[in-house]
């Protein structure tokens, strides 16, 4: 089985920051993965994915992420915070075995 | 396209009660999968439908059941309401046959409140 390790319950930026959230998996074969952002009392929604092609992947709302496959990291940043991006982030990576793995979740507090 | 559709958004129920929750999935999306939130356990999976069939299941006990319809809709029941039952259960559906390429689509959940 798959497993997803976000480092950090909790991460708090200034307005105007670098965004650093990051996220490791473990995966024996290529795997495709995805950031999520839920605000409260709503679903997940997708900010991006990676699944082949280009290691750098833009997402909505001005995030991004890199593939690592040397460290199995898929790590999302945002140069610049913003206090809408307050809401909780999930990593996520699924294979051919029709299911997905959600990491616990990292709650980003955008201090203005 | 319309979202996926989950109802009903909250439900309070006592212990020892059964509950149904609906989910409508994007329309032509055939994969629907279920989980658990709460706060201290993250997101728990707890099964996946495709046409019609349960293709996966996570580890919950067996008063947690699903099914799916034709149209692709689906419930799940939880029996026999126990107070850890409280918790978020968002439904999710992808397009997909044959593997998870493509991302879930949620729903707003379902907030199920066992007292």
């Known amino acids: 089985a798959q497993s997803v390790t976000q480092l950090g319950s909790h991460v708090s930026v200034s307005e105007g920051a670098l965004v650093l959230l990051r996220c490791n998996y473990s995966?024996?074969?290529?795997?495709?993965l995805f950031w999520y952002v839920q605000y409260p009392n709503q679903g997940l929604q997708l900010l991006l994915k990676?699944?082949?092609?280009?290691?750098l992947v833009k997402g909505i709302n001005g995030f991004e992420a890199e593939f690592k496959k040397s460290e199995t990291s898929f790590h999302l940043t945002k140069p610049s915070a913003h206090m809408s991006d307050a809401a909780e982030y999930f990593c996520?990576?699924?294979?051919?075995?029709?299911?997905?793995?959600f990491g616990t979740g990292t709650s980003l507090t955008v201090i203005p | 396209k319309a979202g996926v559709t989950q109802t009903p958004r909250y439900l309070i129920k006592t212990r020892g009660q059964q509950v149904t929750l609906s989910c409508s999935p994007i329309?032509?999306?055939?994969?629907v999968s279920w989980y658990q939130q709460t706060p201290g356990q993250g997101l728990q999976f707890l099964f996946e439908?495709?046409?019609?069939?349960?293709?996966n299941k996570g580890n919950f006990p067996g008063r947690f059941s699903g099914r799916q319809f034709s149209n692709s809709r689906s419930e799940m029941n939880v029996s026999t309401l126990e107070l850890g039952d409280s918790a978020l259960y968002l439904c999710?559906?992808?397009?997909?046959?044959?593997?998870?390429?493509?991302?879930?689509?949620f729903g707003n959940g379902t907030r199920l409140t066992v007292t």
């Open positions: 999710a559906s992808s397009p997909d046959g044959t593997g998870f390429s493509s991302p879930l689509h």
């Open positions: 995966s024996s074969v290529p795997p495709y």
């Open positions: 990676y699944t082949t092609g280009a290691t």
């Open positions: 996520a990576v699924s294979d051919a075995g029709n299911q997905f793995y």
């Open positions: 329309s032509g999306h055939r994969s």
């Open positions: 439908y495709f046409s019609e069939t349960q293709r």
